[in-house]
Protein backbone atom coordinates (compact mmCIF):
# COMPACT_ATOMS: atom_id res chain seq x y z
CA UNK A 1 0.00 0.00 0.00
CA UNK A 2 1.12 3.43 -1.06
CA UNK A 3 -0.94 5.57 0.75
CA UNK A 4 -2.40 7.02 -2.26
CA UNK A 5 -6.04 7.12 -2.96
CA UNK A 6 -8.42 7.00 -5.81
CA UNK A 7 -12.04 7.37 -6.05
CA UNK A 8 -14.27 5.93 -7.37
CA UNK A 9 -12.72 2.53 -8.13
CA UNK A 10 -15.26 2.03 -11.09
CA UNK A 11 -17.21 4.16 -13.43
CA UNK A 12 -19.65 4.02 -16.03
CA UNK A 13 -20.45 7.23 -18.12
CA UNK A 14 -21.83 7.42 -22.08
CA UNK A 15 -20.38 9.25 -24.65
CA UNK A 16 -20.61 13.09 -24.16
CA UNK A 17 -20.50 13.21 -20.36
CA UNK A 18 -18.51 14.84 -18.12
CA UNK A 19 -16.80 12.86 -15.31
CA UNK A 20 -14.75 13.66 -12.11
CA UNK A 21 -11.68 11.37 -10.67
CA UNK A 22 -10.37 12.15 -7.38
CA UNK A 23 -6.88 11.46 -5.51
CA UNK A 24 -5.72 11.58 -2.38
CA UNK A 25 -2.25 12.20 -2.40
CA UNK A 26 0.31 10.32 0.46
CA UNK A 27 1.06 12.47 3.49
CA UNK A 28 3.59 14.82 2.98
CA UNK A 29 3.53 14.96 -0.57
CA UNK A 30 3.05 18.03 -3.12
CA UNK A 31 3.05 16.58 -6.26
CA UNK A 32 0.37 14.96 -7.98
CA UNK A 33 0.71 13.46 -11.66
CA UNK A 34 -2.60 12.07 -13.53
CA UNK A 35 -1.88 8.92 -16.32
CA UNK A 36 -4.27 7.43 -18.84
CA UNK A 37 -3.69 3.38 -19.32
CA UNK A 38 -5.24 1.89 -21.87
CA UNK A 39 -5.66 -1.68 -21.42
CA UNK A 40 -2.86 -3.65 -22.94
CA UNK A 41 -0.55 -0.15 -23.17
CA UNK A 42 1.61 1.52 -20.87
CA UNK A 43 0.47 4.42 -18.94
CA UNK A 44 0.60 7.83 -20.60
CA UNK A 45 0.97 10.89 -18.49
CA UNK A 46 -1.66 13.60 -18.55
CA UNK A 47 -0.89 16.31 -16.49
CA UNK A 48 1.26 17.01 -12.97
CA UNK A 49 0.12 19.37 -10.56
CA UNK A 50 2.78 21.10 -8.06
CA UNK A 51 1.75 23.26 -5.49
CA UNK A 52 -1.83 23.87 -6.60
CA UNK A 53 -0.56 24.62 -10.06
CA UNK A 54 0.07 22.40 -13.36
CA UNK A 55 3.68 21.70 -13.92
CA UNK A 56 3.21 20.18 -17.36
CA UNK A 57 0.91 18.57 -19.67
CA UNK A 58 0.99 15.18 -22.06
CA UNK A 59 -0.59 15.33 -25.29
CA UNK A 60 -4.03 15.34 -23.98
CA UNK A 61 -6.70 17.35 -25.61
CA UNK A 62 -7.55 20.24 -22.95
CA UNK A 63 -11.06 18.85 -21.89
CA UNK A 64 -8.84 16.64 -19.56
CA UNK A 65 -8.53 19.55 -17.12
CA UNK A 66 -7.35 19.11 -13.25
CA UNK A 67 -7.49 20.88 -9.99
CA UNK A 68 -5.06 20.19 -7.01
CA UNK A 69 -6.03 21.42 -3.78
CA UNK A 70 -4.43 23.74 -0.89
CA UNK A 71 -4.38 19.80 0.94
CA UNK A 72 -2.49 18.56 -2.33
CA UNK A 73 -5.64 16.30 -2.98
CA UNK A 74 -6.55 16.26 -6.74
CA UNK A 75 -9.18 16.23 -9.34
CA UNK A 76 -9.45 14.99 -12.82
CA UNK A 77 -11.96 16.05 -14.77
CA UNK A 78 -12.73 15.01 -18.37
CA UNK A 79 -15.39 16.82 -20.46
CA UNK A 80 -17.54 15.44 -23.79
CA UNK A 81 -16.45 12.06 -23.33
CA UNK A 82 -15.52 9.54 -26.08
CA UNK A 83 -15.04 6.06 -26.15
CA UNK A 84 -11.55 6.08 -26.39
CA UNK A 85 -11.09 7.38 -22.83
CA UNK A 86 -12.30 3.93 -21.58
CA UNK A 87 -8.97 3.11 -19.12
CA UNK A 88 -7.57 2.86 -16.29
CA UNK A 89 -6.75 6.43 -15.09
CA UNK A 90 -3.83 6.24 -12.52
CA UNK A 91 -2.62 8.97 -10.07
CA UNK A 92 0.62 9.43 -8.45
CA UNK A 93 2.12 11.64 -5.72
CA UNK A 94 5.63 12.53 -4.61
CA UNK A 95 7.23 14.81 -2.16
CA UNK A 96 8.31 16.80 -5.26
CA UNK A 97 8.53 17.10 -9.19
CA UNK A 98 11.15 14.90 -9.95
CA UNK A 99 10.82 12.62 -7.37
CA UNK A 100 9.68 8.83 -6.59
CA UNK A 101 6.35 8.42 -7.36
CA UNK A 102 3.72 6.25 -5.24
CA UNK A 103 0.62 5.32 -7.41
CA UNK A 104 -2.93 4.85 -6.27
CA UNK A 105 -4.94 1.88 -7.19
CA UNK A 106 -6.53 3.49 -10.58
CA UNK A 107 -9.68 4.39 -11.18
CA UNK A 108 -11.34 2.18 -14.18
CA UNK A 109 -13.49 4.07 -16.44
CA UNK A 110 -16.02 3.01 -19.09
CA UNK A 111 -17.34 5.01 -21.82
CA UNK A 112 -20.18 3.41 -23.53
CA UNK B 1 11.32 12.79 -27.27
CA UNK B 2 11.73 10.15 -25.46
CA UNK B 3 11.07 6.41 -26.04
CA UNK B 4 10.79 3.73 -23.96
CA UNK B 5 10.48 0.02 -25.50
CA UNK B 6 10.29 -3.40 -24.37
CA UNK B 7 10.67 -6.28 -26.58
CA UNK B 8 9.55 -9.20 -24.75
CA UNK B 9 5.33 -8.76 -24.53
CA UNK B 10 4.91 -11.69 -22.55
CA UNK B 11 7.38 -14.20 -20.27
CA UNK B 12 7.13 -17.02 -18.25
CA UNK B 13 9.36 -18.79 -15.90
CA UNK B 14 9.54 -21.52 -12.91
CA UNK B 15 9.61 -20.73 -9.61
CA UNK B 16 13.03 -20.17 -7.92
CA UNK B 17 14.14 -19.77 -11.60
CA UNK B 18 15.97 -16.31 -12.62
CA UNK B 19 14.78 -14.53 -15.75
CA UNK B 20 15.64 -10.99 -17.43
CA UNK B 21 13.34 -8.68 -18.66
CA UNK B 22 14.57 -5.93 -21.45
CA UNK B 23 14.58 -2.53 -22.18
CA UNK B 24 15.50 -0.47 -24.44
CA UNK B 25 15.12 3.43 -24.49
CA UNK B 26 15.87 6.43 -26.74
CA UNK B 27 16.94 9.88 -25.46
CA UNK B 28 19.94 12.88 -25.91
CA UNK B 29 19.29 13.91 -22.13
CA UNK B 30 22.66 12.84 -20.11
CA UNK B 31 20.44 13.51 -16.76
CA UNK B 32 17.37 10.98 -15.83
CA UNK B 33 16.29 8.08 -14.02
CA UNK B 34 15.21 5.04 -15.09
CA UNK B 35 12.10 2.50 -12.86
CA UNK B 36 11.16 -0.82 -12.92
CA UNK B 37 7.87 -0.90 -11.50
CA UNK B 38 5.26 -4.16 -11.22
CA UNK B 39 1.51 -4.16 -11.78
CA UNK B 40 -0.36 -6.97 -10.49
CA UNK B 41 -3.99 -8.02 -11.23
CA UNK B 42 -4.82 -5.44 -8.43
CA UNK B 43 -3.75 -3.06 -10.64
CA UNK B 44 -1.98 -0.96 -8.08
CA UNK B 45 1.55 0.12 -9.37
CA UNK B 46 4.71 -0.89 -7.65
CA UNK B 47 8.05 0.78 -7.42
CA UNK B 48 10.78 -2.26 -8.08
CA UNK B 49 13.78 -0.68 -8.78
CA UNK B 50 15.09 2.57 -9.53
CA UNK B 51 18.56 3.79 -11.34
CA UNK B 52 20.44 7.25 -12.02
CA UNK B 53 21.78 8.20 -14.61
CA UNK B 54 24.65 9.46 -13.16
CA UNK B 55 25.57 6.38 -11.40
CA UNK B 56 27.64 3.44 -12.86
CA UNK B 57 26.70 1.37 -10.32
CA UNK B 58 24.21 -1.23 -10.99
CA UNK B 59 20.77 -0.75 -8.67
CA UNK B 60 20.00 -3.62 -6.33
CA UNK B 61 17.03 -4.63 -4.13
CA UNK B 62 16.72 -7.93 -2.65
CA UNK B 63 15.78 -10.46 -5.37
CA UNK B 64 15.94 -7.99 -8.30
CA UNK B 65 19.01 -6.06 -10.07
CA UNK B 66 19.53 -4.01 -12.93
CA UNK B 67 22.11 -3.91 -15.70
CA UNK B 68 22.51 -0.51 -16.67
CA UNK B 69 24.17 0.28 -20.50
CA UNK B 70 23.97 3.76 -20.48
CA UNK B 71 26.01 4.00 -23.40
CA UNK B 72 23.88 1.24 -25.36
CA UNK B 73 20.35 2.55 -23.96
CA UNK B 74 19.82 -0.61 -22.45
CA UNK B 75 18.38 -0.77 -18.70
CA UNK B 76 17.45 -4.87 -17.99
CA UNK B 77 15.28 -6.33 -15.13
CA UNK B 78 16.72 -9.89 -13.18
CA UNK B 79 14.70 -11.22 -10.88
CA UNK B 80 16.32 -14.19 -9.06
CA UNK B 81 14.70 -16.76 -7.19
CA UNK B 82 11.32 -16.56 -8.73
CA UNK B 83 8.38 -16.37 -6.76
CA UNK B 84 4.63 -16.78 -7.49
CA UNK B 85 4.05 -13.41 -6.34
CA UNK B 86 6.48 -11.75 -8.57
CA UNK B 87 3.83 -12.74 -11.07
CA UNK B 88 2.26 -9.51 -12.97
CA UNK B 89 2.89 -6.83 -15.93
CA UNK B 90 6.03 -4.99 -15.34
CA UNK B 91 7.02 -1.31 -17.06
CA UNK B 92 10.15 0.13 -17.74
CA UNK B 93 10.03 3.81 -17.18
CA UNK B 94 12.14 7.13 -17.92
CA UNK B 95 12.04 10.22 -16.11
CA UNK B 96 14.15 13.23 -17.72
CA UNK B 97 16.21 15.34 -15.19
CA UNK B 98 15.92 19.25 -15.96
CA UNK B 99 17.08 22.42 -14.35
CA UNK B 100 15.91 22.45 -10.93
CA UNK B 101 13.24 25.49 -11.58
CA UNK B 102 11.64 24.07 -14.86
CA UNK B 103 12.08 20.50 -14.30
CA UNK B 104 8.65 18.38 -14.93
CA UNK B 105 8.90 14.63 -13.69
CA UNK B 106 6.37 12.72 -15.93
CA UNK B 107 7.27 8.98 -16.20
CA UNK B 108 7.26 7.63 -19.88
CA UNK B 109 6.59 4.18 -19.53
CA UNK B 110 7.14 1.36 -21.92
CA UNK B 111 4.14 -1.33 -22.89
CA UNK B 112 5.21 -3.89 -20.39
CA UNK B 113 6.30 -7.34 -20.21
CA UNK B 114 3.16 -9.90 -18.78
CA UNK B 115 5.67 -11.61 -16.32
CA UNK B 116 4.17 -15.21 -15.24
CA UNK B 117 5.94 -17.36 -12.76
CA UNK B 118 5.00 -21.30 -12.94
CA UNK B 119 5.15 -23.34 -9.82
Known amino acids: ETGVTQSPTHLIKTRGQQVTLRCSSQSGHNTVSWYQQALGQGPQFIFQYYREEENGRGNFPPRFSGLQFPNYSSELNVNALELDDSALYLC???????????FGPGTRLTVL | AQTVTQSQPEMSVQEAETVTLSCTYD???????LFWYKQPPSRQMILVIRQEAYKQQNATENRFSVNFQKAAKSFSLKISDSQLGDTAMYFC????????????????FGKGTKLSVKP
Open chain 1, 92 to 102: ASSSDRRDEQF
Open chain 2, 27 to 33: TSENNYY
Open chain 2, 93 to 108: AFMKLMNYGGSQGNLI
